[in-house]
């Protein structure tokens, strides 16, 4: 192939923008023509910066309209502009931010769109009909999961209705700090966790009864918990009833034989579209996903709030350095005091550990053409869509508000799954450039793909190809659109996710910035 052959394509997102993203599956060869009236000047790999125009050592590098980073050298029209040189900017003083000053106004609400889901007790909806066994402590997980082989072997083929058994294990519940400030972290995680909409809204729990977690301080007198208590739902693997661990095994399945005739009575309802809890995540980001994934996860969640859902996003240090783009869109100036407490949290977190946000991009961020976590936080953000920020909710604490939320956890694929599970999720939309076979037992994952290069790689991976956009195929409208419905699909049962499909579901991860004893 020569260079007259290589039809070159950059993708430029603000006017403002003095860098744009190569396109092409292989890159840019050296010397390759642009539309633009220039030549690159180096071989620029796919999805990595070109330079729009000379950028002299120390003036701004500008990306989404917003300074990315600084010059380091002399860079000159056509050249690659990656991570050696540029310096990082400063991020946002936390003190010094707009406070709701450009609250997006409402959009014309979306009626009629619905799914069938299993209406639970406490107004909540599962996607999912699942029994769901949760652990006080690691010492017990290895017989939960015995006993959970045991009941998916002989007792769920009699319960059609429930889709499948899972143990709800972790690491934590004894050999902690249980009073230290930091617990309340992972206690709550664990307990919303249980209460997630897939489990039916009530939890079974094993316990050991000597750890620290006990039953009690897991769910504390909670009346909405009616199936804890006398009537055997938790069972203590050292009560002097049992006098062997086939006495343990058999007091876990009665119990959960009891649930399950509970949760198989229960149907698929028709549901407003207002009942779903949507989480967004991305992983394994590159320079596409904040121009073709993110961007259609964005019009989708407008889609969802303009139809009365719930929409979560995420992932603290990867919208620090954006945070006065949020801050100004908080709905109200308490909303965004909430937003600046949760980053100031986490910066002082980072601090203690002697790490600051550079330290999130990946190898494979930088491969796929991140720059550094200001690039990558831009293209993050542009998940949220744009409307305004209703909320805020603390790690491992369940969101109440209607409309689009911010859910406070760490960018950690596994940790923001759990959290955003914990906050009551029943549909979990995962952005992807480099591409991961992540997935959750708990809820349904769409994985979304930035490039179409992946989606042919992993056919039977990825569930929407958003790299369309990114070759003029289809519109971010169009990929929005057709991702709403996919949601929609997925949630009503009759469209299963690839994750699904295959079993891939990724452990509980528990974020505990408590300390170990
Ligand atoms: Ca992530």
Redesign the pocket.
């Known amino acids: 192939m020569t260079i007259e052959d290589v039809k070159s394509h950059l993708i430029c997102v603000h006017p403002l923008d003095n860098v744009a993203v190569a396109v092409n599956a292989g890159g840019l060869p050296k010397g390759t023509p642009l539309t633009e009236g220039f030549a690159v000047r180096e071989f620029v790999p796919a999805a990595h910066k070109v330079a729009l125009r000379d950028i002299p050592q120390g003036s701004s590098i500008v990306r989404y309209g917003q300074v990315i980073g600084y010059a380091a050298i002399d860079i000159a029209q056509g050249a690659w502009v990656h991570t050696e040189i540029m310096t990082l900017p400063a991020p946002p003083a936390l003190d010094a931010l707009p406070l709701a000053t450009a609250v997006p106004p409402e959009l014309p609400p979306i009626t009629g769109m619905t799914f069938q889901g299993y209406r639970n007790a406490d107004g909540s909806v599962g996607t999912k009909n699942l029994l769901g066994i949760t652990t006080t402590v690691q010492c017990v997980a290895p017989t939960v999961e015995f006993a959970v082989r045991r009941i998916k072997a002989e007792l769920l083929p009699r319960y059609p209705n429930v889709d499948d058994v899972l143990a709800i294990t972790h690491p934590y519940g004894c050999g902690v700090a249980i009073n230290a400030p930091g617990a309340d972290v992972p206690i709550r995680t664990i307990r919303n966790l249980s209460l997630n909409p897939n489990f039916g809204g009530a939890p079974m729990a094993v316990s050991l009864g000597c750890e620290k977690l006990q039953p009690a301080r897991l769910f504390p007198g909670s009346p909405s918990l009616p199936v804890l208590g006398d009537d055997g739902y938790v069972i203590r693997l050292q009560d002097a009833e049992h006098h062997s661990f086939g006495d343990m095994i058999a007091a876990i399945m009665r119990a959960a034989e009891r649930r399950l005739e509970q949760l198989n009575r229960r149907q698929r309802t028709t549901c407003p579209a207002s009942d779903l809890v949507v989480g967004l ?3 394994g980001s590159d320079a596409f996903s904040g121009v073709t994934a993110n961007p259609s996860l964005g019009y989708a969640a407008d889609l969802l709030v303009r139809a009365g859902a719930t929409v979560m996003f995420s ?1 603290v240090t990867e919208v620090r350095d954006a945070i006065h783009l949020l801050t100004a869109r908080a709905a109200s100036v308490e909303v965004a005091e909430e937003l600046i407490r949760e980053m100031a949290w986490y910066d002082e977190y980072l601090d203690r550990g002697s790490a600051d946000r550079s330290a999130n991009p990946t190898p494979g961020n930088k491969r796929g053409g991140l720059s550094n976590i200001v690039e990558k936080a831009l293209g993050s953000i542009a998940k949220s869509g744009s409307t305004a920020i209703r909320a805020v909710v603390r790690p491992g604490d369940r969101v109440i508000n209607r409309g689009l939320v911010f859910a406070a956890t760490p ?3 596994f940790i ?1 799954g759990t959290l955003q599970t914990a906050a009551g999720m029943n549909m979990h939309v995962f952005t992807t450039g480099e591409g991961t076979p992540y997935g959750l037992a708990t809820v349904p994952v769409i994985k979304v793909s930035s490039q179409t290069q992946l989606a042919e790689r992993w056919p039977d991976l990825i569930d929407l190809d958003a790299g369309r956009i990114a070759t003029g195929e289809a519109s971010i409208e169009d990929v929005g659109r057709e991702l709403f419905q996919m949601i929609l699909d997925v949630a009503s049962g009759r469209r299963r996710t690839w994750a699904d499909h295959w079993g891939l579901h990724n452990a509980t991860a528990l974020f505990n910035p408590g300390p170990v004893t």
Request: proline residues 0%.
């Open positions: 995540q991305c992983g992932e960018a950690s694929d923001c």
